[in-house]
């Protein structure tokens, strides 16, 4: 399944851009209930004018509020970015951690976003976990869903050093063709999916 998936999204990678790991955390809080291209638009001129966690905090609440307004929920994002850059500077010297563990200290990061920020920016395999991984993996039965999603399952499933291809590629099979109503007949798994109600 995942070479399949991999020939038919031959641009799997991650779509928020970032130069840092600092950038793709903040982008990736602001990504929560946001197209990425819109985050793209609004991270543009921020992540010139601010490059450190001092920068972050700096920044006035009511500013910062504004300047991120147009990705929804600005208020709880405006609080996450200022508690994680809080917590990298008080708790990690001014550097991301580069450990699920530490990462998950950070106020507004959920494992999720820390398996981001781990395999794209440190290179460290991870999975991470979005409503589109979470369908694909569901309707492919490649991992119970539970109280915790299917991480645990897809862990154990793929080997450590594909982890971060089983994410861009299912997030982009849930994106493109594996959507809340699936198109099934372009599907290029299709075969090997039980999913019982597939649309023709
Ligand atoms: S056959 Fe349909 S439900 Fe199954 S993985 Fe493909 S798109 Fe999703």
């Known amino acids: 399944m995942l070479a399949r998936l991999t020939k038919a999204y031959p641009d799997w990678g991650p779509t928020l851009d970032f130069t840092t790991p600092l950038e793709l955390l903040i982008a990736t809080i602001?990504?929560?209930?946001?197209?990425?291209?819109?985050?793209?638009?609004?991270?543009?001129?921020?992540?010139?004018?601010y490059r450190t966690p001092e920068d972050w905090l700096r920044v006035p609440q009511a500013r910062l509020e504004r300047e991120i307004h147009a990705t929804g929920f600005f208020r709880q994002k405006a609080k996450a970015i200022k508690g994680a850059a809080q917590g990298i500077v008080d708790l990690f010297g001014g550097e991301v951690p580069s450990d699920m563990d530490s990462l998950i200290r950070l106020h507004g990061v959920g494992r999720k976003t820390a398996a981001i920020v781990?395999?794209?920016?440190?290179?460290v395999p991870a999975i991470a976990v979005d409503?589109?991984?979470?369908?694909?993996?569901e309707r492919l039965r490649l991992a119970a869903p539970g109280p915790d999603g299917p991480e645990e399952g897809l862990r154990a499933l793929y080997r450590k050093k594909d982890w971060v291809r089983v994410t861009w590629t299912f997030v982009l099979h849930g994106r493109r063709t594996c959507m809340p109503t699936p198109a099934c007949p372009r599907c290029p798994v299709i075969d090997l999916c039980p999913y019982p109600f597939k649309t023709r």
């Open 30 to 49: 602001l990504a929560a209930q946001a197209r990425d291209e819109r985050v793209n638009e609004v991270t543009r001129g921020l992540f010139r004018k």
């Open 131 to 137: 409503r589109h991984v979470a369908r694909v993996a």
């Open 118 to 123: 781990l395999g794209a920016a440190f290179g």
